[in-house]
C-alpha cells in the first residue's frame, strides 16, 4: 500500500561524502515522522535520525554535526546527507516513515541501502 524507495547509498573513501533520499508513494494521506537507521551485520539497528512534519530533527550523537536530515513534505521525501563520513559508518541504511492511510497510521520500511568508507 505504501512504498519507500531509497536509491543512493555507495563506496566512499574516510572523510567523504554521500547523499540518500527516500520517497514514500502509494495511497498515502500524508507522511509523518520520517527518519534513517542503519544496521551493521550482527546489531542491532539503530536509530539515526527522525524528522516529524513540523518541529525539529533528532539526531543520534554519533552522528551529530556530520550528518543532516532534511525533507521535502510535499513531495513525501526525506533526504540524508552524510559528510566526514567515518569507516565505523559502514553499514546498510534504512529509510523510515510513518504514513497515514486510508487504513489508518502505521510505519515503513525502505529495502535498505549499503553504505561503505574505507580508511
Known amino acids: 500500500q505504501v512504498q519507500l524507495v ?3 547509498g555507495g563506496l566512499v573513501q574516510a ?3 554521500l547523499r540518500l533520499s527516500c520517497a514514500a508513494s502509494g495511497r ?4 509523518n515522522l520520517m527518519g534513517w537507521y542503519r544496521q551493521a551485520p550482527g546489531k542491532q539497528r539503530e536509530l539515526v535520525a527522525v524528522t516529524p512534519r513540523i518541529g525539529s530533527t533528532n539526531n543520534a550523537d554519533s552522528v551529530k554535526g556530520r550528518f543532516t536530515t532534511s525533507r521535502d513534505s510535499a513531495k513525501n521525501t526525506v533526504y540524508l546527507q552524510m559528510n566526514n563520513l567515518e569507516p565505523e559508518d559502514t553499514m546498510v541504511y534504512y529509510c523510515n516513515a510513518v504514513c497515514e492511510t486510508t487504513r489508518g497510521v502505521n510505519p515503513y ?5 549499503q553504505v561503505t568508507v574505507s580508511s
Open 6 to 8: 531509497e536509491p543512493g
Open 28 to 31: 498515502l494521506v500524508r507522511t
Open 15 to 17: 572523510g567523504g561524502s
Open 109 to 113: 520500511w525502505g529495502q535498505g541501502t
